[in-house]
C-alpha cells in the first residue's frame, strides 16, 4: 500500500494527539517562571517524541506565547500551539532557523541508511552554537535526536554542557531506552515520560494518513504496533498486517505444522531482509503475548487467543521462555553474521513445533 505524502514528518507536524498530560508538565514549568534548562523526553520508538521535541522548540523560538507567557508576567499560555503562519514555524520546517540545532546521525555516503552514531564533532560544536547570543533575540534550542546514539565521547561533551548550561538555552534529548544513558546526564534533566498512544488513537493516526485502509485492517495494525505509530506505518510498508495474519495462520495447524505451507512462507520472506525482520519481530511478540495470556479483545486474527492459550498449555511457561530465548539468540546471530534468513526461520518455527508436540 503506497504511503501518502507525509505531513507528520516531526519538522513539519503541526499537530500532537495523545501526550496532553506530558504538554501539560512542560507548560506549567515554563509558566512558573523556572524553565529546566535541559529535558529528557523519554518513551518507546514511535510514539511522537520527536515531534514532541520539535513542537516546544517552535513554541520557544516564536516567543512562547508572547508577551503574556508565564516568564514574561500574565497567566502564560495554555497550549504549545504555534499558528503555522509564523515565520519561526516556517523557518524550522525549511531547516533554516539560525536558533535551533538539531543532532542525529549523519546518513551514509549512498544516502541508503544513518550511521550508527552521532559524531562527537558534531556534538561539540553545539557549545559554542548555545555560548552565542540568539540571533533574534530570545532563546537557543538543541534537539538530540536520539541521546541513545551517542557515543562515550559524544555522552560525555553532551554532559559537559549540562553542567555549564548558558542562559537562554534549551536542551532537548530523545530517548527510547534513559535507563541506558549515563546517571550523571539523567540527574541533569527533567524527565518528560511520554506513554505508547491508545489504540484508537493510532487507529485514527493511521486513517488519516491512509485513508483507503479498512478501519478492521487500521486496528489490526494498532494492536500489532502496540502504541507506535511509528512502528504502524512502518507496518503497513512492510505488509505487516498480511504476514502477521499469514504467520497464524502457519501456527494454527500446530501440533503438526504444515511443513510445505512453511517452506512456502519461509522463501517468500527468507529473501527479503526487511520482511524477515518483520516476521522476526512479529513472532517474538506473538510469544510474548502469548506468555502472557493474551485475551480475545487483543486479537488481530479470530481464535487467535485461544491457539495461543493451546499451545502455551502443551509446552509449559519454562518450555515457552526458552523458545524465547532461543529465537531472539538466532535472530541476533542471523543479524550479525548473515546467516540464511530462510533456514532460521525454519529453524525457529520446526522447534515451536517440536516443544508443543505430543510425546
Same mark, same amino acid.
Given at each position: ?119 562527537? *564533532? =558534531?556534538?561539540? @560544536?553545539? !557549545?559554542?552554537?548555545?555560548? &552565542?547570543?540568539?540571533? +533574534?533575540?530570545?532563546? /537557543?534550542?538543541?534537539? $538530540?535526536?536520539?541521546? *541513545? =546514539?551517542?557515543? @562515550?565521547? !559524544?555522552?560525555?561533551?553532551? &554532559?559537559?554542557?549540562? +553542567?555549564?548550561?548558558? /542562559?537562554?538555552?534549551? $536542551? ?188
Amino acid at each position: 500500500m503506497a504511503l501518502a505524502p507525509d505531513p507528520t514528518e516531526p519538522r513539519h507536524a503541526t499537530e500532537l494527539i495523545g501526550h496532553e498530560t506530558a504538554e501539560k508538565q512542560f507548560l506549567d514549568a515554563w509558566n512558573s517562571g523556572r524553565l529546566a534548562h535541559a529535558w529528557l523526553i523519554a518513551g518507546p520508538r514511535g510514539i511522537g517524541k520527536a515531534t514532541f521535541a520539535y513542537r516546544i522548540a517552535r513554541f520557544i523560538l516564536a516567543g512562547g506565547g508572547g508577551d503574556s507567557g508565564g516568564l514574561f508576567g500574565g497567566g502564560g499560555p495554555e497550549s504549545l500551539v504555534v499558528s503555522g503562519d509564523h515565520p519561526a514555524v516556517r523557518r524550522i520546517a525549511a531547516n533554516g532557523h539560525p536558533d535551533l540545532r538539531v543532532l542525529e546521525r549523519n546518513w551514509s555516503a549512498d544516502g541508503k541508511k544513518r550511521q550508527s552514531e552521532i559524531p562527537v *564533532d =558534531e556534538v561539540r @560544536r553545539i !557549545g559554542g552554537f548555545l555560548a &552565542l547570543t540568539p540571533a +533574534e533575540g530570545g532563546w /537557543r534550542v538543541v534537539i $538530540i535526536d536520539a541521546a *541513545d =546514539e551517542l557515543n @562515550r565521547s !559524544g555522552a560525555n561533551a553532551i &554532559l559537559k554542557l549540562l +553542567e555549564e548550561p548558558p /542562559r537562554n538555552a534549551l $536542551i532537548l534529548m530523545i530517548s527510547h531506552s534513559p535507563d541506558r544513558l549515563l546517571p550523571t546526564i539523567r540527574s541533569r534533566c527533567r524527565r518528560l515520560m511520554l506513554r505508547p498512544l491508545a489504540e484508537d488513537v493510532v487507529v485514527t493516526l493511521l486513517r488519516r494518513r491512509l485513508p483507503e485502509m479498512s478501519e478492521a485492517d487500521a486496528l489490526g495494525v494498532a494492536r500489532i504496533a502496540e502504541g507506535s505509530i511509528g512502528r504502524a506505518l512502518d507496518l503497513v510498508e512492510g505488509e505487516g498486517l498480511s504476514l502477521y495474519r499469514s504467520m497464524i495462520e502457519l501456527l494454527g495447524g500446530l501440533p503438526r505444522m504444515d511443513v510445505n505451507a512453511l517452506h512456502s512462507f519461509a522463501d517468500k520472506v527468507g529473501g527479503d531482509e526487511e520482511k524477515s525482520r518483520t516476521v522476526e519481530n512479529l513472532f517474538l511478540r506473538w510469544l510474548a503475548v502469548t506468555a502472557g495470556r493474551g485475551n480475545a479483545a487483543s486479537e488481530v486474527v479470530a481464535g487467535e487467543a485461544a491457539l495461543g492459550q493451546r499451545l502455551l498449555a502443551s509446552a509449559g511457561k519454562d518450555r515457552w521462555l526458552e523458545l524465547w530465548d532461543k529465537a531472539v539468540h538466532g535472530f541476533e546471530r542471523a543479524e550479525a553474521v548473515n546467516l540464511d534468513r530462510k533456514q532460521v526461520l525454519l529453524n525457529t518455527f520446526l522447534s515451536l513445533e517440536r516443544a508443543i508436540r505430543p510425546s
